[in-house]
């Protein structure tokens, strides 16, 4: 069946380490998105990628960083300069119609310690 | 710019009665129309949508919603809730054409399902 898949599901980080959350799809998606959220904020959009081989920072993109070298893959890395890492992080993809709205991976939920 | 108001953040009813979820958007041009649902630790899942055609648009689980252009809603009921909806509910909008490609998201209403 086709889907996301997001891995860890859950994922420790020690303060001052870079973590990287895998993010792939066999949906043949164009584009493709990492959210972040936390109680009560909904979600809050971090970096979309729109084709291969480039992409676009969302509303809180900073302390993170992306790649987008293949079609299937959009891994997300948090970097040390983000200060409150913890958090739910979830992946979505969209093919090219738009009435079909996105598709979510099952989430990884990542935790400072 | 779009975007997507939900009243509540939480909303609680007991077994069996009516669920009603509020959503009201702004949009300048047709929009899309979207619930999702997500169930703790999980990702979202599409409840149901509305692109064009019929207003009234019914999904999975027993949910339904009615485009209302001239209120600019698309609420979201149930007519007899079970346990099993307890989740928090997201509404979502998308241009029909042109504009950004992302959907604009609510920021959630928690459904919580007494017996």
């Known amino acids: 069946d086709g889907g996301i898949t997001q891995s860890p599901k859950y994922l420790f980080r020690k303060e001052g380490q870079n973590v990287t959350l895998s993010c792939e799809q066999n949906?043949?998606?164009?584009?493709m998105y990492w959210y972040r959220q936390d109680p009560g904020q909904g979600l809050r959009l971090i970096y979309y990628?729109?084709?291969?081989?480039?992409?676009q920072k969302g509303d809180i993109a900073e302390g993170y960083s992306v790649s987008r070298e293949k079609k299937e893959s959009f891994p997300l890395t948090v970097t040390s300069a983000q200060k409150n890492p913890t958090a739910f992080y979830l992946c979505?993809?969209?093919?090219?119609?738009?009435?079909?709205?996105?598709?979510f991976g099952s989430g990884t939920r990542l935790t400072v310690v | 710019a779009q975007s997507v108001t939900q009243l509540g953040s939480h909303v609680s009813v007991s077994e069996g009665a009516l669920v009603l979820l509020r959503c009201n958007y702004s949009?300048?041009?047709?929009?899309?129309l979207f619930w999702y649902v997500q169930y703790p630790n999980q990702g979202l899942q599409l409840l149901l949508k509305?692109?064009?055609?019929?207003?009234l648009v019914k999904g999975i689980n027993g949910f339904e919603a009615e485009f209302k252009k001239s209120e600019t809603s698309f609420h979201l009921t149930k007519p007899s809730a079970h346990m099993s909806d307890a989740a928090e509910y997201f509404c979502?909008?998308?241009?029909?054409?042109?504009?950004?490609?992302?959907?604009?998201f609510g920021k959630g209403t928690k459904l919580t399902v007494n017996p």
């Open positions: 979505a993809s969209r093919g090219q119609l738009l009435n079909y709205g996105y598709t």
């Open positions: 949906l043949n998606h164009d584009a």
């Open positions: 990628s729109q084709i291969v081989n480039d992409f």
């Open positions: 949009s300048s041009v047709p929009p899309y």
């Open positions: 509305y692109t064009t055609g019929a207003t």
């Open positions: 979502a909008v998308s241009p029909a054409q042109g504009g950004s490609e992302k959907l604009v």
